[in-house]
């Protein structure tokens, strides 16, 4: 077996980047089906918005012109020719005259712009006009909007509910996306029995990374095949994940937390296809364990066991794979929180640690609390709202030192120390968790 | 008609409140399904996990005060009693023995700690250990995880992915979660068609409220019942909304813009049932037409036509309302980003106004820069990141003040000025958009 060295944070996110292609496969979706994909083309608007010139008050349409040097003491005086009806093409004017225009109607032919119905009087079919109107006063000319070939969208970009707004205005309900993800989820280890298990047996746990990592890849749009659990034996793991990886575009791999276990995946990523195996242990706590692979132009993730150490990595570099899938452009806000720590936090040099956080508002003022407990207990998951990277370089973080927090939930209620649901692992422990554990 | 005033934010995030009742239809889903969905009850552990003592190294599964003293220069000297299977029950130990274990495997009884295999030397039988081992030393304890009983979620709760594993390891698996709300949309107007009308007659616009309110509602967890478009005919305005109103737990009616149209989705709004309209226009721009009423316990919601300003009252207020009929008490971070405004933006004393801003990274800094456009352009909605409020009380906020930046698109692109795609709406206009149109 080739000696592999294990690889810092920032290198990793590097080879990610050179390895992993993005998918070429594209769908056409309607506008009710676009919200959240991502636009496999860049779009443009294939005709005007306005189709027309459109006002923007109720009032009436003029021509400036006739309007001009209007006041409350010396009034413009114009024949009222007609009212123009919402949706109905409006029939022109001539010099002197106006229209009665709603919101959102169309301006006849030979106006330029709508005096708002506050500055006028109506006295019979005469029009007293207290304020003189400028040229375009009140008027969306048509494309001004959007203007035909107007670029909305650039490939890549990840459709928002006001998006197909804008789409849906433009004229454009056929849209070009990349086709999901597909992604496939084997689980290893003798020890793990389905997540559905009624009732445990001495010495079985539960597969939990199937369920979380499914349920994150799902998030983010991808479709997910489990292929279930395999067994400590070298032949079936192969077998089943040779199966399972010609059905996909991306395999995960949760390993078991035994040594056999883990020298199979090795062994497994191997035999998929060339160039095999790029990163093989990152230098980071919990998730040093990991192994990125590459098969056939398809990425290949060992994730670490535990729990706790695969919900980290796949949020520090699994996210990353799945987003260089799609050809991102538009990449979320940095989504981090910006919090003060609670207490100082050592750290070996040279690698990077991430510790778990909960978040508290105190005084107004938001703090990160760590989240300790040996070998990462899974009930933290349940408690923490994200993570807090100590950056390789340093010997630690300081008590009252502004952190960012990369949150891995989009949600949680922020809890107040009374309430704490965390039955008390904050605060508890040191940030040394055993070392074969994660 | 009774006389209706026009509210302020705050007191209508009261009347929110206060009105809208959580629903109480529960379902029951699984694992699988249950990503994003709002817990209707709270969740307990029903076992213990770990539901074994667990080693979380691999070594040697020890009694404690056997290694008590042990040190490099005088090694404890143990008898390996065997190899503990991942997955299976453990064999118990008598004083003075040893069995190996890899990393989650089952303590033996009368086993207390484990040795790291890095701290023994095996030769033959015999195990040397150079490191004494507390009690409880590396070892999970049954239940010290989540014990049975132990409060896991409250009600109210929306369910991220990690928190599915976390009911997965508690042995949770049929979630009890609050029904999706099902929600009507009924557009009006004689100018609005159907969003994928292909050609545009003279006077005629796309329904693009239906596409952006539907998609939003979607995204929040709503089923939605798309009601369609109604013409300015009060008879068939009536009969449409009450046969669509006796469907759905809320309605949302997206007004058209002519003053016809406002009058009669009011009409329509009171007949629907009791206490009918709770507030009628609020001081804020843009959005001021915006009616909220409550019919038979329902929530029922006339949305202003323009395309940005329903959008503004979506994210301001209906996002609220579909929550409180969630139940939720989980609600997200505070999800505004700080940003320096990049001009100064005037205000009204006593209206709250609301500007869409473009985030622009700046030397690192984040900048706010107000897109403005007469009457809100449906193409600013494509180019903004969210919006910045100027409150009642404020004459208007200073160039380079810090301002929280409500975002309603989940990720966009933050675009450099020299590849702009805006046509340069931004830093043209002013503040004042016309007063009818929003």
Chains 1, 2 share one sequence.
Request: a negative charge.
């Amino acid at each position: 077996m080739k000696f592999f060295e294990v690889h810092e944070t920032r290198a990793v996110i590097e080879l990610i980047e050179q390895h992993y292609q993005p998918l070429t496969r594209v769908a056409k979706v309607s506008l009710y089906e676009a919200f959240d994909r991502v636009l496999a083309e860049e779009i443009r608007a294939t005709e005007n918005v306005p189709g027309f010139d459109r006002s923007t008050v109720d009032g009436y349409a003029v021509r400036a012109q006739d309007t001009f040097g209007a006041s409350d003491s010396l009034p413009a005086f114009l024949d009222i020719a007609g009212t123009i009806e919402m949706g109905q093409a409006a029939g022109p004017i001539s010099r002197g005259q106006a229209k009665y225009i709603p919101t959102g109607g169309m301006m006849p032919n030979g106006a330029d712009a709508v005096v708002m119905i506050e500055h006028v009087e109506e006295i019979g079919s005469l029009l007293n006009v207290f304020k003189q109107a400028a040229p375009n006063e009140n008027v969306i000319k048509k494309g001004e909007d959007l203007h035909d070939g107007h670029l909305i969208f650039r490939r890549g970009h990840r459709l928002q509910a006001v998006d197909l707004g804008v789409l849906a205005a433009a004229g454009v309900f056929q849209i070009p996306v990349f086709a999901k993800p597909i992604v496939g989820i084997l689980s290893t280890g003798d020890e793990i029995v389905p997540p559905e298990t009624d009732s445990l047996q001495p010495g079985q746990i539960r597969d939990i990374n199937a369920v979380t990592v499914g349920a994150a890849l799902q998030s983010m749009g991808c479709e997910v095949i489990y292929g279930g659990i395999v067994r400590d034996d070298y032949q079936e793991y192969l077998r089943r994940a040779q199966g399972l990886f010609a059905q996909v575009d991306m395999l995960v791999m949760s390993g078991g937390s035994s040594v056999g276990t883990r020298d199979y995946t090795v062994k497994v990523m191997e035999t998929l296809g060339k160039p095999g195996i790029l990163v093989h242990g990152i230098s980071i706590k919990p998730g040093k364990p990991t192994i990125l692979a590459k098969a056939g132009g398809k990425p290949v993730i060992g994730l670490p066991g535990h729990p706790v150490s695969a919900m980290v990595i796949f949020d520090l570099f699994v996210r990353r794979i799945v987003n260089r899938l799609y050809d991102r452009t538009s990449h979320p806000f940095d989504p981090r929180i910006r919090a003060r720590l609670s207490r100082n936090l050592p750290s070996a040099v040279g690698r990077s640690d991430y510790i778990r956080v909960r978040l508290e508002e105190r005084d107004g003022e938001m703090w990160a609390v760590p989240i300790f407990g040996k070998s990462g207990l899974i009930s933290t998951l349940a408690e923490s709202h994200g993570i807090v990277e100590i950056p390789a370089p340093k010997e630690g973080l300081l008590q009252g030192e502004w952190v960012a927090v990369n949150s891995f939930v989009r949600e949680r209620g922020i809890v107040s120390e009374e309430e704490d649901l965390s039955g008390g692992h904050a605060a508890q422990g040191s940030t040394e968790e055993a070392p074969g554990c994660c």
